[in-house]
């Protein structure tokens, strides 16, 4: 990850996303993300986001972004037959982006659409080993207030 993410700040993440846009518009996506500066916030993330232009498809790829992906961000995607290219910005600026693969539905040879705002959120390796434990915790809670003595 040295050669990749010198800082060590990247989320690196693989994604299958669909696009639906025609005039207004809507995009997900769904993957997983490891994050380089802290394994255990590594996970699936998902996002949604609305927008507006003509684009209409599927498709599986791999993103990089910077920063973490998680929060609120904005951008585009633009598709040239079966490749897509969506850069990705948020609060700070550029935040990297994707290239994807796969079928697109259009009257034109090529397709677009703007994200005007989407959110993206992990579930992390991190965040699901601690609920894990907590309901083990719960578990043995359980387990012991039924031999407790009733008064």
């Given at each position: 990850?040295v050669h990749?993410?010198p800082?060590?700040?990247?989320d690196?993440y ?8 025609l ?20 996970g699936?993330?998902g996002?949604?986001?609305a927008?507006?232009g003509l684009?209409?498809?599927?498709g599986g790829?791999?993103?990089y972004a ?12 633009v598709?040239v037959?079966p ?5 990705l910005?948020?609060?700070e600026?550029?935040n ?11 009257p ?5 659409q703007?994200?005007?705002?989407a959110v993206?959120g992990?579930?992390t ?10 309901f083990?915790?719960?578990?043995k809670?359980?387990?012991n207030?039924r031999?407790?003595?009733?008064e």
């Open positions: 990850m990749v993410d800082r060590g700040l990247a690196i693989l994604l299958g996303e669909g696009d639906l846009a005039g207004i518009g809507a995009e997900a996506a769904a993957g997983i993300v490891v994050d380089t500066d802290d394994v255990g916030k590594s699936i993330f996002s949604m986001g927008g507006w684009n209409v498809g599927a790829g791999i993103g910077p920063r973490d992906i998680e929060g609120a961000s904005w951008g585009a995607d598709n037959g490749v897509s290219f969506a850069p910005f948020d609060a600026g550029w990297g982006g994707a290239v994807t693969f796969g079928p697109r539905i259009s034109v040879p090529f397709g677009a703007q994200t005007l705002a993206t992990t579930i390796v991190e965040g699901t080993a601690a609920d894990l434990k907590s083990w915790n719960d578990l809670m359980i387990w207030a031999n407790l003595p009733c």
